[in-house]
């Protein structure tokens, strides 16, 4: 082994600390992998089609246009983060310990060896007798080793880096190239075509800096635990975890997604926590949470010009989870809608200029164990949500309900054993997903209708407070005021819902009216369709209104 692999692997040794202790296997399976990412990218002679000497003579701008040749497919600069990134030998990663940097010493190599070969030519042509082409080859030899020191000195190398990504053919991307491979899936050991589920080798060209870190053993790697524990969580429902499949098979595409918003709901110690912590395992980089007061109304609103880190952090991202909302907050339909539809997101980091554009990759999950309240009227999200009740519960001690199942410490530690299964699990529901779509089954979509239901406050209220009539404008026991009718609705909200916040009046015609046609007749508003029954009225001391 050569000194400089020797150096690169100097990270590497067998430690412990605790129960952790670095495997032989866990060392080659990093050797192996540094050695791919080394192999056929270090370069320490100047390409062919390029005159080292004039990249000596052209100073600063010549080392850059140097550097960038040695090391293209190799390092890269971001313009739009401002930093560098690195090819590991199957995706792009950010380059945190700056090798970039470090190896300007393959600059020097190439310069060193120049060095040689002109001192070489300097003694032939003092051989020969050439004393002035002698002279001039010593001249040269002088430069380059200037050179040399200039980048040994402080200094240099940023220097040099810095005109390796400002030059003609420069050492640089815009950014925008980053993650829109939207069909490739790269994981610890290549890259997975999810159109096909074939694998092959990763390139530098396909721009991916969002990976797996699980290695790929593929299609049809085994789970059984995994599998057994998602039909403990879904009650032994088979076509309830052929629906999870798909779900999170769908989510592994990065773009043009279906607009669909899953809530995963259910008390505590359910499973659903562990199944969205696998799932993000396997997945790394490519998922990630979000705070929940993104989908929920904020009431005043932030300014548009303000940073917004937490919009930014959903580029390039394939799955997002917002755990837990507090009980009888709302969402914001309209957030809702913008992060879990297909229009652009806006957004910038702190210290940008100006605002990025950028399209969504991501399938948005809610995991909560209270149902946020929602607006029943708004089609668009009741379209786009997936309610998945999580009904079991998991107890340390003896089950004591049928709901109940004893609990298991080592599960995660039994699952993690299986996270090259859990990912050709995804993999497959990849590809069935494209053939089937998501497809809900008859649970989820009951359970959809039965929250919205729940959310119609004022269907509630007709079903138990009213009595619904054909509509006719010419008869006056059809009708009811429209003051009465708002009136009688807050005196049941008060008694029902709550007791500490009235509902607007203006919000309420607006329901009521996409129910009952309203006319005004004498100088009052009537609804027409629906009477208040007798005994809410006699329960709620409402008699002695006029209908006149």
Known sequence: MSTQENQSLAGFSLCEDGDNVMQLSEIREMVEARAKAEQGTRKNTAPRNLNVMECVMAEDVGLGELYAKIQRGRFVFNRQSREWMEFNGVHWQLDTMERSKTRVADVVSVLLKEAQKVGVQASEAMRDGNEEIAKMYESQQKTIMNRVRRLRRKGGPEACLEFAQIQEDPLAIKGDEIDQEQWLLACKNGVIDLQTGEFRDGKPEDFILKASTVRWEGIDCPAPNWEKFLLEIMSDDA??????????????????????????????????????????????????????????????????????????????????????????????????????????????????????????????????????????????????????????????????????????????????????????????????????????????????????????????????????????????????????????????????????????????????????????????????????????????????????
């Open 239 to 548: 076509e309830m975890v052929d629906y999870l499949r798909r779900l999170f098979g769908s989510t592994l595409r990065g773009g043009d997604k279906e607009h669909i918003l899953p809530m995963f709901f259910g008390d505590g110690r359910n499973g659903k926590t562990v199944l969205v912590e696998m799932v993000s395992e396997v997945l790394g980089s490519l998922v990630g949470p979000i705070p929940s007061e993104m989908l929920l109304d904020q009431g005043m609103q932030r300014s548009a010009d303000a940073p917004s880190p937490s919009v930014m952090s959903l580029r390039g991202l394939r799955a997002v989870f917002a755990s837990e909302t507090d009980e009888g907050r709302r969402f914001s339909a309209s957030r809702c809608k913008w992060y879990s539809g297909g229009d652009h997101l806006v957004g910038r980091w702190p210290n940008d200029k100006r605002p990025i554009t950028f399209p969504p990759t991501h399938t948005l999950f809610l995991l909560t164990n209270h149902k946020p309240h929602a607006p029943s009227s708004d089609f668009a999200f009741w379209d786009r949500l997936q309610v998945v009740f999580f009904e079991r519960r998991f107890v340390k001690g003896e089950p004591q309900k049928p709901n109940e199942l004893p609990r298991d410490p080592n599960l995660k530690d039994k699952l993690r054993q299986e996270l090259p299964g859990i990912l050709a699990w995804l993999v497959r529901g990849c590809l069935e997903w494209q053939q089937d779509g998501v497809n809900p089954p008859p649970k989820v979509l009951a359970a959809t209708d039965e929250y919205r239901r729940d959310e119609d406050l004022l269907s509630i209220f007709i079903d138990e407070c009213c009595l619904t009539v054909e509509p006719d404008e010419k008869d006056p026991t059809t009708r009811v005021n429209a003051t009465e009718f708002y009136d009688a609705f807050v005196k049941w909200y008060g008694q029902n819902i709550s007791k500490k916040k009235n509902f607007p009046q203006r919000k309420f015609g607006k329901l009521a009216q996409e129910k009952f046609p309203k006319r005004k007749v004498g100088g009052k508003n009537w609804y027409y369709g629906v009477l208040l029954s007798p005994d809410f009225k006699s329960e709620m001391g409402l008699f002695g209104k006029s209908d006149d």
